[in-house]
């Protein structure tokens, strides 16, 4: 039998850490964050969620990409917050803001 390799053991450490993440107190407290926060009607930027959370960037920007694909979320469109990044970031809302045409894009 081989040696396990620093790869394997890296791959291995992302799984137990990736299954351990209880997804769903994360997206209800991105629901909440959305939901409730006077200054995201609008929509937010994973940065602006992860500021208002008290989360690190790791542990928001992957429940948000699930959240889209699920429909949970919309992606209303972009823009630049340089206290973040001096990049154009996503905007997310929920579902029912865009319906009642509360969004950017």
């Known amino acids: ?7 394997d053991w890296a791959a291995q450490s992302r799984r137990e850490s ?3 993440i ?6 209800a407290e991105i629901v909440q964050a959305l939901r409730e926060m006077p200054e995201f009607r609008y929509g937010a930027t994973a940065y602006e969620l992860t500021q208002a959370l008290n989360r690190n960037i790791t ?12 429909g949970r979320l919309v ?3 972009r823009k630049v917050n340089p206290e973040f990044s001096p990049k154009a970031c996503t905007v997310y809302i929920l579902p029912e803001f865009k319906q009642e045409g509360i969004c950017l894009a």
Request: hydrophobic share 25%; proline share 6%; no cysteine.
């Open 59 to 70: 542990s928001i920007r992957p429940r948000l990409t699930e959240m889209v694909s699920s």
């Open 1 to 7: 039998m081989t040696q396990p390799t620093l790869f």
């Open 18 to 20: 990736n299954h351990s």
């Open 75 to 77: 992606e209303t469109g």
């Open 22 to 27: 209880d997804r769903a107190h994360r997206e």
